[in-house]
């Protein structure tokens, strides 16, 4: 059984900096491409940030470039998202995705073909 499993979540301060882990289970994905989204209540999936197989090409989106990092560890089969300079409007679910098909758009949730069940991150004032 495939399983992404996100952990690292919790209460962060403003201003602050934090690490999400993403492990995966069942198969190796160290020929996939693996990304972070984040969902608030009431809000759709928001893509945050891909890697490609092997590290060299990652992606971010607007709202959270220069301010995270995607990186991963194919021997671990485990990707990370550093988050620096947090913000309030950072308080989401964050989940981990794996496995876009080739020509597929990252940015859309319904692209990816595996998903953790996510990991809570508020961000304090």
């Known amino acids: 059984q495939v399983q992404l499993t996100e952990s690292g979540g919790g209460l962060v301060q403003a201003g602050g900096s934090h690490t999400l882990s993403c492990a995966a289970s069942g198969r190796a994905f160290s020929d996939d491409a693996m990304g972070w989204f984040r969902q608030s209540p009431g809000k759709e999936r928001e893509f945050l940030a891909s890697?490609?197989?092997?590290?060299?090409?990652?992606y971010y989106a607007d709202s959270v470039k220069g301010r995270f990092t995607i990186s991963r560890d194919n021997a671990k089969n485990t990707v990370y998202l550093l988050m620096n300079n947090l913000a309030p409007e950072d308080t989401a679910v964050y989940l981990c995705?794996?496995?876009?098909?080739?020509?597929?758009?990252?940015?859309?949730?319904?692209?990816?073909?595996?998903w953790g069940q996510g990991t809570q991150v508020t961000v304090t004032v």
């Open positions: 890697i490609g197989w092997n590290g060299a090409t990652t």
């Open positions: 995705t794996g496995v876009l098909p080739i020509g597929r758009n990252s940015k859309v949730a319904e692209s990816w073909n595996y």
